[in-house]
């Protein structure tokens, strides 16, 4: 199989399950940020320490396929079956917040960004994450989108900042809290 087509050189894509539209469209937007989101995932996994913390977001990667195929997927064509994500797969992620959070100070304060490099990647994907979300929830005021889709990237945008802050625990880095008077 040839990594080139050009089939893509007019400015166009397929969709999975056939159809084609530009690569400006909201479906591609939306799919092309959650495939951003997985490389920034795959940075922050390469630059934490902690084995578990590592094999929870290989996880997340591999369902970020499964989310990344459904939008993809032309929803003109009912014949075309993307990689089904379901309720425990969101549960997953919620079950994996629990368990971070339950060991974490309480949270009062607005915290900022930063504090150490592997927090401020984590940071990163938390953003990248939420633009994945608005453009499934903007891809979804046009199009059929499953609502799973849209709950799974809430959720992991949740979980992506309950580990930002166990990092900075586990980093011993400092949590900056915010001051609006700084």
């Known amino acids: 199989m040839k990594i ?7 400015g166009s894509t397929m969709l999975f399950g056939g159809g084609r ?24 996994r390469d630059v934490i320490v ?4 590592r094999l929870f977001l290989e996880q997340i990667q591999n369902m970020l396929f499964v989310v990344g195929a ?3 997927t032309n929803p003109a064509k009912h014949n075309a079956k993307p990689p089904a994500i379901s309720e425990a797969d969101v549960l997953s992620i919620e079950t994996e917040i629990d368990r971070l959070d339950a060991v974490l100070p309480p949270l009062s304060n607005f915290v900022l960004p930063g504090g150490h490099t592997t927090v401020s990647f984590c940071h990163i994907a ?19 989108v499953n609502a799973l889709v849209v709950q799974y990237l809430n959720r992991l945008s949740d979980y ?7 990092l900075t625990v586990e980093l011993q880095a400092n949590e900056v809290i915010w001051n609006p008077r700084a």
Do not use: M, W
């Open 4 to 10: 080139y087509t050009k089939t893509g050189d007019d």
């Open 126 to 144: 938390r953003c990248v994450c939420r633009r994945s979300e608005r453009l499934a929830v903007l891809l979804a005021q046009h199009e059929p």
């Open 21 to 44: 539209v530009p690569k400006s469209h909201i479906r591609i937007e939306a799919y092309g940020t959650v495939d951003e989101l997985n490389a920034h995932i795959g940075l922050l």
């Open 160 to 166: 992506l900042f309950v580990l930002s802050r166990k």
């Open 50 to 53: 902690a084995q578990d913390h």
């Open 70 to 72: 459904n939008l993809a």
